[in-house]
């Protein structure tokens, strides 16, 4: 793939997270608004840091693995696969 088109589909990844965030935001059980709607907003900043602190690492390792399988996808060929077959 060219580099033209890489950027192109990161781009419209990107786009369609972007639009996705909202309905993905408006979700969470009622356990945790009952429990965060009786405390402070000092309180349910710092929860929301929280959660933010948890989930960038997470994101990147899976980033990261993915960004490996993807540039050696092209590692082994057809031809080496028939020679180790049964």
């Known amino acids: 793939m ?10 419209l990844l990107t786009i369609f997270g972007l639009l996705c965030l ?14 965060t709607a009786s405390e402070t907003s000092r309180f349910i900043a710092a929860l929301r840091g929280g959660i ?3 989930i960038v690492p997470s994101l990147s390792v899976c980033i990261a693995l993915a960004a490996m399988a993807y540039r050696r996808r092209n590692r082994f060929h057809e031809d080496d696969a028939e020679s180790d077959s049964w």
């Open 2 to 11: 060219t580099k033209k088109r890489v950027c192109s589909r990161f781009v």
């Open 22 to 35: 909202a309905p993905a935001y408006a979700q969470g059980c009622s356990l945790c608004r009952a429990q």
């Open 52 to 54: 933010w602190i948890l």
